[in-house]
């Protein structure tokens, strides 16, 4: 069952540049950087209440954010969904008729498995579990 909104996922050029604007202009702090590997981006976090903000800065051009940058700039690139049964929320999206981009969950950033559903099949939205 999804429990809560985990984080909004937000696509940027520069993560010094756009931490310093949640650090002054907002008021918040970044709590933790971290690469992943998998996804070939650097984050950085915020808690906002029980939710966080990711910010993805690519460290490759084959990054998907990267992809996401030349075509839409910089934004809000995905709204994350926390389940307490990953495999069984992927089945039941699947069962209804949305296209999964990973089959799988497979690791993301801080160690919690994720996985993706197809912008495609959800009106317009890119949503990880
Ligand atoms: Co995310």
Known sequence: MIKKIDHLGIAVRS?????????TALGLKCEKREEVE???VRTAFFSVGETHIE???????????AKFLEKNGEGIHHVAFY???????LKQAADSGC???HEQPFEGAAGKMVAFLHPKSTHGV???F
Request: proline share 6%; aromatic share 6%.
């Open 15 to 23: 993560l010094d540049e756009t931490v310093k604007y949640y650090e």
């Open 38 to 40: 998998s996804q070939k």
């Open 55 to 65: 910010l993805l800065e690519p460290t490759s051009e084959e990054s998907p954010i």
């Open 83 to 89: 389940t307490d049964d990953i495999d069984g929320q």
């Open 99 to 101: 296209r999964l981009i």
């Open 126 to 128: 890119l949503t990880e």
